[in-house]
């Protein structure tokens, strides 16, 4: 299992006392003397306060994965300081939910072959029986499909797909997942009925189904499902004869491992995915998720190497085919440049970063709620980075109101970061405004009982 090149983590033990990395405080003391900086310098650098850094310097306080990144910046560190220290971790405060007031519960099993069994439970009658009386229960076989009934079909299945990618820039997994899950089993039901010449296109569509199920679990917070799904989609586009998928899976797994701060899974599996993908646009993306990955940890020549690789490939690539619908982002108008963005903030620089993302935002349509918040968040936390906390503080209140619709475990772990870099300034009284905005877009997804994440 790859393991992250990070060594320890400020975190709080069992007593509550923080733990402070070892020899952190002394080695950006060297550093700094031997940069001729004075302490009050650096501070206004990287816009914290000299007393905090003092005490950072002194090992009284644990510092920030963010600010040793700064620090690794203005002192030209190379990422020597923030290997000190681990990112941190994603916040998950799952709250198991009960049964109370939940309304009537539902089953639905859907079988590989298409069939699938439908039963409603009344948890509330008398009599005190161990098991729910059942209220209502069917069974569906679907029937052998023609060649021509199968055709016909699918643009209709490949037009729900658009659409529920469309409300999943609209709203939670809560309610695009279901979906996506029910028009997996449809398909792959079909796939099982429809004739030999046409089954590898059904399951096809079905992987993508899948794959999009991937994305709204981990969204949801739970990464063991998001793997699961993953391969679903991988196992059913390698049926359909499709094995390009598989590729991406691996950047998808990359960027996995991004969001728990392990460089070295990121950018491993990244290059895997680059060395097995066959298309331009996959390769692409496989540059760009290692790019993130040599960010961690400050690798500057390798972030800029990957991102130009990245760059080439993405613009290169020819138009998609439209017989299977396109992996990866498509609401993002310049991905590359949001790529850029997030790995100069990263890598110490949110000067470079702000610069390259820019007016980005604007360009996102409204009704993309998905894409704009996690943008936002970016452009938030650079614009925080740079002491630009009026601009910070607005976009991040619209971050926060989209992520409250949205549901996004991953755009919180940037809220996150926001919301401890503006409690720098916890007398400003714009921050004052802002910071019970973000808590409430902080409410963590809550997870049922026995689900991973």
Known sequence: MAHSLHRSRATRGASGVQRIPVGFGAELR???????????????????????????ERGVKAPSHDLAQLCDS????????????????????????????????????????GESDFVAFDHTSPGGGALPATIVSWSLAPPLLESGETNSALPHFRNVFDEFRRLGQLFGPAVVAQLCIA??????????QAQPAHRGVVLR?????????????????????????????????????????????LVRRAELALYTGDS????????????QARSARIRGLAAQREAQGHALVGDRDACRRALDRGAELTSGAAPPDDADPVLGSIHLPDLTGFVAGWCMHDLGSPAEAVTLLGDGLDAIPAESRRARARYGARLALALANVGEIEPACAIAEL????????????????LLRLS???????????VRRTLPHLAIGLHTHRIGPGTPG
């Not at 060297?30 to 950072?56: D, P």
């Not at 401890?420 to 714009?430: A, E, H, I, Q």
């Open 420 to 430: 401890r870099v503006l409690n720098r300034w916890p007398k400003n009284p714009t």
């Open 30 to 56: 060297r550093r700094r003397i031997e940069a001729g900086l004075s302490l009050g310098k650096l501070a206004t650098l990287i816009c914290f306060s000299k007393g905090h850094l003092s005490k950072i």
């Open 74 to 113: 203005a002192l030209n560190a190379g990422g020597q300081l923030s290997i000190l220290i681990s990112a941190p971790a994603r916040s998950a405060d799952e709250v198991p939910l009960t049964d109370a007031d939940v309304g009537t519960p539902w089953t639905l099993r859907m079988q590989a072959g």
């Open 399 to 414: 971050v926060a109101s989209h992520v409250a619709l949205v549901d996004s475990a991953t755009i919180r772990a940037d």
């Open 183 to 192: 028009a997996t089993s449809a398909l792959r039901g079909m796939a099982h």
């Open 205 to 249: 569509l079905a992987s993508r189904f899948a794959e999009y199920t991937g994305w709204m679990a981990q969204e949801a917070g739970s990464d063991a499902a998001s793997l699961w799904w993953t391969e679903q989609a991988v196992q059913l586009a390698a049926d359909g004869g499709d094995d390009e998928l598989a590729a991406y899976a």
């Open 264 to 275: 070295m899974a990121t950018v491993q599996l990244a290059r895997l995915a680059g060395q």
